[in-house]
């Protein structure tokens, strides 16, 4: 081919890469992805034996393939670390960033990867504190980046998958690990090594993501939207027990917490001494949430015995409803940080 007709055979190949190149970078969605840690973004470490954050949030986007053809990701790195070590100060200013990131109207929604220990309830903070009505979806993963078949590539695949799709609108914030999709308010880590551990028990899946497709099963339940204070109130969180002589209750009230969850037996009951020190923290106007280690159900005021459901409530303890100890703790706090936290106010907040 002569010279000059080679170099137009080139110039009009590259014209035609790059318009077509840049009308599908143009025509895909954008999607951010946020990355916190976990083990999606771990590798075994041979010093301790144990896996530790070894990935970038920039390589673990690459790692995923075919997302380029999915949307455009823009990668933000928050943080790198085990989400044991999160804390609700480290959500608050994650849900911050979130928000900020979502204001951009070019972006169609956030992926957020990030540990799956503390997952349920740091997508249940930003559930509640997002200004923004965007997809949000954590994702994370239960292999770790060294191990023989990682779930986390196809698991962010998935959540950018969602995060583009109709079908998804008004889910709020959800938990989408192992093609099931989790409200963030109902979502449990049920099993510590299997891949299909986030689970939602009796309220089941929102959905479920097959061959880049979106199956919608159900709404996301009523989403509350909590202003973000500038300091968050300390709460505690204590489990009782066979023999609980409720010195706990009175510590956490001696040391000036400014409200307490209870995580009481069957559908929400504590012995007498733990019942009579929850009124000596009522006494000192803490506030008392009482939830329940039950999976499903919940909460009920059912037994009059001294402790029971019926004589929490009757003393003035809030019914948790069917929140884990955990995400009450983070409800509680949040609420505790609002203009109005009155019992009366507390108690709409929990039963919803
Ligand atoms: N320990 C890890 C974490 O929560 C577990 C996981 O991500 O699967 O960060």
């Not at 997508?123 to 993963?141: M, Q, R």
């Amino acid at each position: 081919m002569k010279p000059l007709r080679y170099a137009v055979f080139l110039v009009c190949c590259m014209v035609f890469y790059v318009f077509f190149a840049e009308s599908s970078y143009a025509d895909l969605p954008t999607v951010a992805v946020v990355t916190t840690g976990g083990t999606i973004a771990e590798k075994l470490d041979p010093k301790t034996g144990g896996a530790v954050p070894a990935v970038s949030g920039k390589d673990l986007a690459e790692a995923v393939p075919g997302l380029s053809k999915i949307a455009n990701i823009k990668v933000v790195e928050f943080s790198n670390i085990d989400s044991s070590q999160m804390t609700p100060e480290m959500w608050a200013k994650l849900s911050k960033t979130v928000d900020g990131i979502l204001a951009d109207p070019a972006i169609k929604g956030v992926v957020v990867t990030h540990g799956t220990d503390t997952m349920a309830e740091g997508s249940y903070f930003l559930d509640l504190t997002l200004k923004s009505d965007k997809p949000v979806v954590f994702v994370g993963a239960m292999r770790d980046a060294s191990d023989v078949s990682p779930d986390g590539p196809a698991n962010i695949l998935n959540a950018v998958i969602q995060a583009c799709s109709e079908e998804a609108k008004g889910w709020g914030v959800t938990v989408t690990l192992n093609q099931y999709v989790n409200s963030a308010r109902n979502v449990r880590k049920t099993n510590s090594t299997n891949v299909q551990t986030f689970d939602s028990g009796e309220k089941g899946y929102l959905g479920y993501i097959c061959m880049g497709r979106v199956t919608r099963f159900n709404d996301a339940p009523v989403r509350q939207k909590l202003t973000l204070p500038a300091k968050l109130p300390e709460v505690a969180l204590l489990e009782t027990f066979a023999g609980d002589d409720g010195a706990l209750v009175r510590y956490a009230v001696d040391r000036g917490v400014k409200g307490i969850v209870i995580e009481g037996v069957g559908a929400g009951n504590v012995n007498a001494q733990v019942f009579e020190a929850v009124k000596y923290a009522l006494g000192k106007a803490v506030p008392v949430v009482i939830t329940t280690t039950v999976f499903n159900s919940g909460v009920w005021p059912m037994y009059g015995d001294q402790g029971g459901g019926a004589t929490l409530e009757k003393a003035g303890a809030v019914p948790g409803g069917d929140l884990t100890g955990a995400k009450a703790r983070i409800l509680l706090m949040l609420a505790l940080a609002q203009e109005n936290s009155s019992r009366e106010w507390l108690k709409k907040y929990f039963m919803k």
